[in-house]
Structure formats: C-alpha cells, structure tokens
C-alpha cells in the first residue's frame, strides 16, 4: 500500500487529520490497534473551545454538534460556603464553548470517512514505524492475519500517550517533562437534565466537577485517592458523594438517576519535545497529557493537527516547507499555554493530601482574589478560552 501521509492511531486527533488532509487534497491512510466499536464506547472529553469548534464547522463536521451540543460562554467555579462565580469568556473575548461528547465527534469523523471511502484500518496490530530518518519512511503492521506494509512521506503519530510512534524516537532525541497529581477523577454520565453551567467546586471532601453533554445527558466527577476502585463506587455512594461537594441549593438541583458510564482516570501532565523526529510527526496525547481540569485534551489534538494538516497541504501545493520545519514549536506554544492553564486549575480546585494550613489559605486566598477581581477573572477567561491559532504567515 501507498500513501502521502500514514496516521497511527483512528481517534479523534488521527481521524480529523484524516479529514483535514482529504478536504486539501492529501491522501492519507489511517491504522487504528482496536475495532470501531471499542473506540466509539470510550467516554471522554465534552468542552469544546470555540477554535475547536470552528475546526469541525469549517469541515463539513459541525452539523449534529449544533443540533445537539449546548453552547455556553464559560464555567463556574464555587467552594465551600462561599457564592459561586462564573468565568465568562463570551464576555471577556468574544468566544463560547459547546458542550458536545467526544464519543459523538468520533461518531461523526467515522461517518465522514464512510462517506468518502476513506482507507481507515481498524484493529490493525503491531504497528512498526520504519525509517522515519530517511527518505523511505513506511509502516509495517498486521492486519486480517496479513503482514503488511504502507509506504508513505510522512508518518503522523496519533496514536495516544501509550502508543507506539513517541516509543521510536530514540531517548536522546526526545526531552520529557512530567507531573503526577496525587489523585484521580471518577466519572459518571447519567440521562438527567444538567446543571445550567460547567461548575468546578472546590471543597473540604475534594474537587467535584458538573458538566453536561446534551440538554438530557450529564456528565459529574469527584476527585477520588489513587488507589479507589470502580467497584469501591457505587451509584448511591458517588451522588451523596458529589451533593456533598456542592452548596446545598446547588446541591438540591442536582438530578440523580443510574449512571451508564463510570470509570476513573488518574491525572497527569505530560510534554514530549519537539513533536517532530524525521518524517514523523506527533499529535495530540501522543505528545502530550494534560489533566482534565479546563478541559484542553481534545482542544489541544485538534490544534496539533490543524497546524500539521495545514503545514501538509502548503507542502505539496506551494512546495513550501517552512511551516512543516515550524510545526513542532508551533504547536508547542499552545500545548504549554494549555498545560500551564491546566496545572493551574488542578493546583486551584483540589484538595492536596498533605498540604499544609498554609498551602489551603494561600489556595483559598487565590479563590477569593480571582472572586473579587474582575482582571483576574478576565484573565483566566483567556486562559480557558484557549489562545487563537497562529498564522500560517
Ligand atoms: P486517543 O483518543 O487516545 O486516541 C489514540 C488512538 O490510537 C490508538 N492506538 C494505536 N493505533 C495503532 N497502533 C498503535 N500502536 C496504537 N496505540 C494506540 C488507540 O486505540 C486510540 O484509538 O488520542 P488523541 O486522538 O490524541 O485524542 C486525545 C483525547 O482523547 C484526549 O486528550 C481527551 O479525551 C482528554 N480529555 C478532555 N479533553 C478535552 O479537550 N475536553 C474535555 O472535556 C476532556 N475531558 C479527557 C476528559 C480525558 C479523560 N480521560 C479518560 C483521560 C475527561 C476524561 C475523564
Ligand atoms: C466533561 O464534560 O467531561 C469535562 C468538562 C470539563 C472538564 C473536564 C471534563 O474540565
């Protein structure tokens, strides 16, 4: 097999390139490890910025995202007895965010591949990049018990923080930067009707966190140790929990019902530099983690492979290189920018085992501060919002 551009891995980050490619008339063919069926079950993120947003619309994947999704111009943030506040982007920088599921955008980039006849391999295992050195960079992998191979230019690594394609470049080659975060999110969806705003709540019990996906379907998490289990939660355990972390009249608006997804994800911040090695390029987890708090994730795969589709299509049509060789600090800039955001929310709305009286005065000082200020709010207005896209030029 040939192609102009080979992707690993068929999320969100891989099939969007996929798409962006195609709409620029760049041939692509993408190798995803599982089936569809085991990448459309994951529940994931649900804040989209408003560049994400204009991403899908502007490629033909905005349709059920407006029918469906809930637009909203910022989050609120509340602790323990005192009044909430809301960060309101819209006000601040003009821009909204939707709340629209990553299950459903994934849902949608397979029936744009559909539509095409894109060449996307599901549960194609033991993918090798090969030579991404030199001059012949191509895949090695398995698929329907077949050795196969794809020779392509280029090699696109969206294959998510445990895939393969960061894993060849070799160690002196890469600079890592890490941080562990001494708890987990647990997570639920449930067919209630939402709270009206995405609400971070900082309390005495821990970070809760309410969202939503559709105007029918909510989204809450509770900061939880490490070493809990699913199994430790059940659904009566995980709404007194998550009701105990609100204010009471938050609280009382909270509508419970069983939940039809729970899972528990550790939190991590993550950069791997620069996101380009030869003819492979780096995009979304597989280059870096962000903890979920600000929601950037998906905000920040999207970016990457805006910047790499663009830096694709001026390569073969302007046979210009400059913003292939500019992509990896490029897209570094919004990455740190997003990591940065999202520490400093983690830092804000936890609770650290540990910290001293100290550390909780300065964390409650900084909540009353950002409270009273109208500059610190419109400050971390532009920080959630996310920063524009660069220029090509
Ligand atoms: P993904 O989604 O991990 O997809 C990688 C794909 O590559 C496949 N793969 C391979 N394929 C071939 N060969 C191999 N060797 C392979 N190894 C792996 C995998 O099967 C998979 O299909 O990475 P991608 O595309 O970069 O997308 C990143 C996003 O999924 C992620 O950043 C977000 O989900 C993060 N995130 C959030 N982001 C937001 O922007 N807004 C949010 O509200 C938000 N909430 C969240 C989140 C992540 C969470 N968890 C579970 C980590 C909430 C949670 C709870
Ligand atoms: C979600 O809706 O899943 C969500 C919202 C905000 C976050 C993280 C996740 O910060």
């Known amino acids: 097999m040939k192609t102009q551009v080979a992707i690993i891995g068929g999320g969100p980050a891989g099939l969007l390139l996929s798409e962006l490619l195609h709409r620029q008339g760049v041939d692509s063919v993408v190798l995803e490890a599982r089936s569809r069926d085991y990448v459309l079950a994951r529940i994931r993120a649900g804040v989209l910025e408003q560049t994400t947003v204009d991403v899908l619309r502007d490629n033909g994947l905005g ?4 029918a469906q999704g809930h637009p909203h111009d910022g989050m609120r943030i ?6 909430s506040f809301f960060i309101d982007c819209q006000k601040h920088l003009g821009n909204r965010f939707m709340a629209y599921g990553q299950t459903q955008i994934q849902e949608d980039l397979f029936a744009a591949a559909d539509r095409r006849g894109a060449r996307v391999l599901t549960e194609a295992t033991d993918v090798r990049p090969m030579d991404v050195e030199g001059d012949k960079p191509h895949l090695l992998f398995r698929h329907n018990g077949e050795d196969l191979r794809l020779d392509c230019d280029y090699i696109a690594g969206c294959d998510g923080f445990h895939g393969v394609s960061r894993k060849t470049i070799p160690a002196t080659h890469l600079r890592e930067f890490e941080k562990a975060y001494p708890f987990g999110w647990l997570g639920i969806l449930s067919r209630t009707a939402p709270l009206p705003d995405v609400t971070y709540a900082n309390h005495p019990r821990g970070f809760a966190l309410a969202s939503m996906r559709s105007s029918t379907l909510s989204r809450y998490y509770v900061q939880v140790p490490l070493e809990d289990k699913v199994e430790d939660w059940s659904d ?28 528990i994800a550790p939190l991590r911040s993550f950069v791997a530099e620069p996101m380009r090695h030869g003819r492979l390029f780096l995009c979304g987890d597989a280059a870096h983690i962000v903890p979920p708090t600000g929601a950037k994730g998906l905000n920040l795969a999207v970016s990457d492979v805006f910047y790499l589709a663009r830096a694709m299509a001026a390569h073969y049509h302007q046979g210009s290189d400059a913003l292939i060789d500019g992509y990896s600090a490029m897209a570094l800039r919004r990455v740190w920018s997003s990591v940065r955001t999202s520490w400093y929310l983690t830092n804000l709305l936890h609770r650290f085992p540990g910290n001293s009286s100290f550390d909780q005065r300065a964390q409650e000082t900084e909540l009353d501060y950002l409270k009273s200020s109208a500059h610190a709010q419109a400050s971390l207005a532009e920080q959630y919002a996310g920063i524009p896209f660069e220029a090509a030029s």
Not at 78 to 83: H, I, K, L, M, P
Not at 243 to 263: W, Y
């Open 236 to 263: 009566d355990r995980f709404w007194s929990e998550l009701t105990a972390r609100f204010p009471p009249e938050m609280a009382s608006r909270i509508q419970t019902g069983p939940s039809i997804e729970k899972s």
């Open 63 to 66: 349709e059920r995202m407006d």
């Open 78 to 83: 509340v602790w323990a007895g005192r009044e």
